[in-house]
């Protein structure tokens, strides 16, 4: 910043140089430091025009929380942002943080994503039953807990024992491009629509 011209025409002459001759990714990382720096109250009318302008020239990513996402579906960006703006404590943690690797346009960290997603729920699972355990073990008692449909608990149950059996992602035997965004967007996805869904259940049976 202090190197920069106290004339504003000199300023964005240099940025805009900066902004065409950069790699693909910087000019991401720029829109997204515009949006946390946005002074104005309007922030969110910000980040939604950046939205609608990234949909008109057909790019790949989208704001979600703040971040640019190789996620486009409005659907999954609202159950995403809708689950880290009621989580909290280490639910909200783990989701933002797989959302974080998932959003790394340089070094996207897809297994490790993974593993957050489903560490959110073990830990909103655990939260709701008062108890420690994995999901495996947790999942029978949330049954009890909020009136979870059996079928959906073994959904979940199955969706934790793909990550977690001898081969399996939080062993971290498979090779880092063994596991695609396609893995770690479901995985985002299917949490933070699940965590969405216990919590009107919790809302509802208390």
Same mark, same amino acid.
């Given at each position: ?12 002459? #240099?940025? @805009?140089k ?12 720029l ?11 309007? =922030?969110?009318?910000f980040?939604?025009?950046?939205? =609608?302008?990234?949909?008109r ?12 996402? @190789? ?20 639910? @909200?943690?783990?989701?933002q943080?797989?959302l974080?690797?998932?959003a790394?346009?340089? #070094? ?5 994503s993974?593993?957050? #997603? ?21 999942? =029978? ?11 959906l ?15 399996? *992602? @939080?062993?971290? *035997?498979?090779? #880092?491009? =063994? ?10 996805v ?17």
């Amino acid at each position: 910043m202090d190197t920069l011209s106290n004339q504003w025409n000199k300023v964005i002459t #240099s940025v @805009r140089k900066d902004f065409f001759e950069c790699t693909w990714y910087k000019v991401y990382e720029l829109l997204e430091f515009a949006a946390d720096a946005y002074p104005f109250q309007d =922030k969110k009318a910000f980040i939604e025009s950046c939205n =609608k302008l990234l949909e008109r020239e057909i790019s790949a990513y989208r704001f979600v929380n703040g971040l640019l996402t @190789r996620i486009t579906d409005e659907q999954e960006v609202a159950e995403i942002e809708l689950a880290l703006e009621k989580a909290q404590g280490p639910v @909200r943690t783990h989701l933002q943080r797989a959302l974080e690797l998932l959003a790394d346009k340089k #070094s996207p960290d897809y297994r490790n994503s993974i593993k957050e #997603s489903i560490s959110a729920i073990e830990s909103l699972t655990a939260t709701i039953v008062g108890k420690k355990g994995n999901l495996g073990q947790l999942i =029978k008692k949330l049954e009890d807990e909020i009136g979870l449909h059996p079928a959906l608990g073994k959904a979940f149950s199955n969706l934790y024992g793909y990550t977690s059996d001898k081969d399996g *992602i @939080r062993h971290a *035997i498979l090779e #880092s491009d =063994k596991v695609f965004f396609e893995d770690a967007k479901f995985f985002l996805v299917t949490c933070s629509a699940f965590a969405n869904f216990v919590e009107v259940k919790v809302a509802t049976e208390g």
